[in-house]
């Protein structure tokens, strides 16, 4: 190879010489070149339109946004009721941002809740009764129908230059308690599979991606004692056990999503590769990942807050957002992460133990130092 290039070099034109050396390093541009919708942030409230293109103009590429299927159908058979979520899809339509729904909090009349650990978790999915199954499809499918192709929410906004939502994420944090009290790896399968069925019946070209696993909850690993309910499951346990019961689910999905909550970026690799082993022993070791959850608080411990291990101050927030993007972004081809959602747009006081800094932006969208890093990366 050496020879040819040397007497290509004395033989052609300087121009021709140039533009195959260029071509020669295509290919290693490319595989450097990050995915289409890499850079995201979970909304937990609806940027207006000013808001949302602050966001784009930052680099944020998709915005993850919550289906509360209690707020869209407060009784069986009711209308439904899109009021809490079309501001979202609005917002990111109007900025150019993609749209990335993941659908939460199933209604009393729908599964019966019970107390863990001082709040209140579905029994289960909804998949044990005819009547559940029947609930959740309609809910899909009205779903699809109002945001899919052709959806009622496009014709409503003739304005809006439509971008329907073909990619729906199914449930959220199914590994552990407060989002499912019992939490079943053959269960959450069955989930799968058949949502599967009911978005594809609606959208021909509909696509799944699995509900974001808490990477390493607490007691994950710990078998309970006789007569005790598993309330947690680590990620990669969760996964085997899930391919393991549900025949053909491995067909279903595009992508396994994540939320590798750690103390710190530096623990990442340990908890990723993990769950690249998991796959690989499932014998899917080519399934993307998307991390539709990353995050730290830029609060300070302190022993009023029990030195919560998520909180890092003002700075320490946006250190181990650098730690953690500059990782990922090295690893993305390796570990295949398609996409990386940081944990959360503003301040959500009240809603976990982090929330109420775990925003890029305070209330009023005043920017912390963290939305600063984040824009390093994304743009």
């Known amino acids: 190879m050496a020879c040819c290039w040397e007497t290509l070099k004395r033989n052609a034109p300087l121009s021709l010489v140039l533009t195959l050396f260029a071509l020669a390093l295509l290919p290693a541009a490319a595989s450097a070149a990050l995915p289409r919708d890499f850079w995201g942030v979970v909304a937990n409230e609806a940027p207006d339109a000013g808001q949302a293109q602050t966001l784009r103009q930052g680099g944020v590429e998709s915005l993850r ?28 339509t109007v900025a150019g941002i993609s749209i990335l729904p993941f659908f939460v909090g199933p209604p009393p009349w729908a599964i019966n809740y019970e107390g863990v650990g001082g709040a209140r978790a579905p029994v289960s999915l909804p998949v044990r009764t005819a009547a559940q199954r029947s609930a959740w499809r309609e809910l899909l499918r009205l779903a699809v129908f109002r945001y899919g192709p052709g959806g009622s929410f496009w014709a409503e906004n003739p304005l809006l230059a439509a971008r329907p939502i073909r990619i729906w994420q199914i449930w959220n944090e199914e590994n552990y308690k407060y989002f499912a009290a019992r939490p079943s790896p053959a269960q959450y399968g069955k989930l799968v599979v058949e949502s599967f069925r009911d978005l594809r019946s609606a959208d021909r070209g509909a696509r799944m991606v699995l509900g974001g696993l808490f990477i390493q909850p607490k007691g994950g690993n710990v078998k309970p004692a006789p007569g005790r309910i598993k309330r947690a499951w680590f990620a990669a346990d969760f996964l085997e056990r899930m391919y393991r019961t549900t025949p053909g689910v491995r067909g279903k999905f595009m992508a396994v999503t994540l939320h590798p909550y750690s103390k710190y970026h530096g623990r990442l690799t340990e908890e990723i590769e993990e769950v690249r082993a998991a796959l690989k022993k499932s014998r899917d070791p080519g399934r993307a990942l998307w991390l539709t959850e990353l995050g730290w608080s830029s609060g300070r411990p302190s022993a009023a807050n029990g030195h919560n291990q998520f909180e890092k101050g003002i700075r320490g927030q946006a250190r181990e957002l650098t730690g953690a993007f500059k990782l990922l972004r090295s690893k993305a081809a390796a570990w295949r992460i398609k996409r990386v959602y940081w944990f959360s747009f503003t301040d959500e006081p009240g809603s976990c133990n982090f929330c109420d800094g775990s925003g890029l932006f305070e209330k009023g969208l005043v920017p912390k130092p963290a939305w600063s890093a984040y824009k390093r990366f994304a743009r």
């Open 65 to 92: 946004v919550p289906i509360n299927w209690s707020a869209v159908q407060s009784a069986p058979g009711a209308e439904p009721d899109w009021s809490s979520v079309d501001p979202f899809v609005r917002g990111a």
